[in-house]
């Protein structure tokens, strides 16, 4: 074999490395499994994604940096809490077969990591930052209602980034990704006022 022709199986075997990386990548991309998501809370998870199909919403990107969604032990008090790239259900909180109360946290943690919803405080709200036991029912009664609301606020991440920078200039702060929802009632007042101090 010539130089030449050495160079050319060289450079052709190189280039073959190369565009198998990059396969690889690209198929790791489209079939990877992220979020994982409990079995548990799998039912909730497929009907919150069709109602993104049905709103036109590219709920791929926003779920891009959600790593798992898990039904698991947190404190006492909590339903849930969005953790930027991890969801938690509470199983000490909410039992399994609750399958009503297992959507509606699963859509506000949702409203949280994948939407960067804040709490909403104007009435009753998937977004309100305490999900009362007793008003649970109300929640239920008017859920079509109120997965109305919560869709009718999504904006496009793109859209969001840009508000955010103009919330930023304005030197207005909000606390994204907050996480209550219990009954303390000390603790619901100091967390509104903290949360109701910009709205968008
Ligand atoms: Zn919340």
């Known amino acids: 074999m010539s130089k030449t022709q050495k160079k050319v199986v060289t450079s052709t075997l190189i280039i073959i ?9 690209l198929c790791s ?20 994604k069709i109602e993104c199909v049905v709103r036109d919403i590219n709920y791929k990107r926003d779920l891009s940096r959600l790593d798992s969604i898990l039904y698991a032990p947190l404190e006492i008090g909590y339903w849930g809490r969005c953790y ?5 259900i509470n199983s000490n909180s909410i ?18 990591c994948a ?12 977004m309100n930052s305490a999900l009362p036991q007793e008003k649970i029912v109300l929640y239920y009664h008017f859920w079509d209602i109120l997965r ?48 109701t101090k910009c709205s968008y």
């Open 17 to 25: 490395s190369f565009a198998i990386i990059i396969l690889m990548g």
């Open 29 to 48: 991309t489209i079939f990877s499994s992220k979020p994982y998501v409990d079995p548990v809370l799998q039912p909730s998870f497929n009907e919150w």
């Open 84 to 88: 930027g790239d991890k969801i938690i």
């Open 95 to 112: 039992d399994s077969t609750e399958e009503f109360l297992l959507k509606l946290v699963m859509y506000h943690e949702l409203g949280h």
């Open 115 to 126: 939407f960067d919803y804040a709490h909403y405080e104007f009435g009753e709200d998937i």
């Open 148 to 195: 109305e609301q919560y869709f009718s606020r999504y904006l496009p991440k793109r859209e969001r980034k840009r508000l955010l920078k103009k919330l930023e200039k304005q030197n207005c702060f909000c606390i994204l990704g907050e996480d209550k929802l219990q009954d303390n009632e000390e603790q619901q007042t100091q967390h509104r006022s903290n949360t």
